[in-house]
T-cell receptor, first 111, second 114 residues
Framework: GQQVMQIPQYQHVQEGEDFTTYCNSS?????IQWYKQRPGGHPVFLIQ?????EVKKQKRLTFQFGEAKKNSSLHITATQTTDVGTYFC???????????FGTGTRLQVFP | GAGVSQSPSNKVTEKGKDVELRCDPI?????LYWYRQSLGQGLEFLIY????????KSGLPSDRFSAERTGGSVSTLTIQRTQQEDSAVYLC???FGSGNTEAFFGQGTRLTVV
């Protein structure tokens, strides 16, 4: 079946350190979306990438969509305690239009 | 309302009982999803409705689970003969288009089967 895996599963960093989560799909995705879920909350949309090799930035966050449209990454520069939460990638596998979520990466930031 | 609304927010039920979970999507959103999230885990896809098309039920874990969407708006997820392993947060999301557009989530229903 269609699988979207993320690594690492957990990451603990000291405030100010960088963080990266990687997303890998078993099938090509028509687009990749990233969501953030704060502890006790629900997922909230961050960004969408559509083009092969696309890179987008939001302040300290950099998102990348792979050339083959099967992988993606989210990089946070100089983490802050407000970055704490679980980051999910998501996308519709090729030939479908339903949104499948990755396994998620939980980020903990120590002050 | 302004966002996706789910009810109840919490539900405790006895093993073997049936439960109904409700989702009110954002007005005008044609796509509606149900996901299940166990404690500390990811979002497990359950079912997807898109407009008047037949729903994609490929994620429903067993025939005890069913869902319907009336009039292209409100959706109900029904779990029959609940089991303890059904305990989880059930999240509903809607989007204006398909999986190519941003999904908006409700606050979820926390289901506990005792």
């Amino acid at each position: 079946g269609q699988q979207v895996m993320q690594i690492p599963q957990y990451q603990h960093v000291q405030e100010g350190e960088d963080f990266t989560t990687y997303c890998n799909s078993s099938t090509t995705l028509s687009n990749i979306q990233w969501y953030k879920q704060r502890p006790g909350g629900h997922p909230v949309f961050l960004i969408q990438l559509v083009k092969s090799g696309e890179v987008k930035k939001q302040k300290r966050l950099t998102f990348q969509f792979g050339e083959a449209k099967k992988n993606s990454s989210l990089h946070i520069t100089a983490t802050q305690t407000t970055d704490v939460g679980t980051y999910f990638c998501a996308g519709p596998p090729y030939n479908t239009d339903k949104l499948i979520f990755g396994t998620g990466t939980r980020l903990q930031v120590f002050p | 309302g302004a966002g996706v609304s789910q009810s109840p927010s919490n539900k405790v039920t006895e093993k073997g009982k049936d439960v109904e979970l409700r989702c009110d999507p954002i007005s005008g959103h044609t796509a509606l999803y149900w996901y299940r999230q166990s404690l500390g885990q990811g979002l497990e896809f359950l079912i997807y409705f898109q407009g008047n098309s037949a729903p994609d039920k490929s994620g429903l874990p067993s025939d005890r689970f069913s869902a319907e969407r009336t009039g292209g708006s409100v959706s109900t997820l029904t779990i029959q003969r609940t089991q303890q392993e059904d305990s989880a947060v059930y999240l509903c999301a809607s989007s204006f288009g398909s999986g190519n557009t941003e999904a908006f989530f409700g606050q979820g229903t926390r289901l506990t089967v005792v």
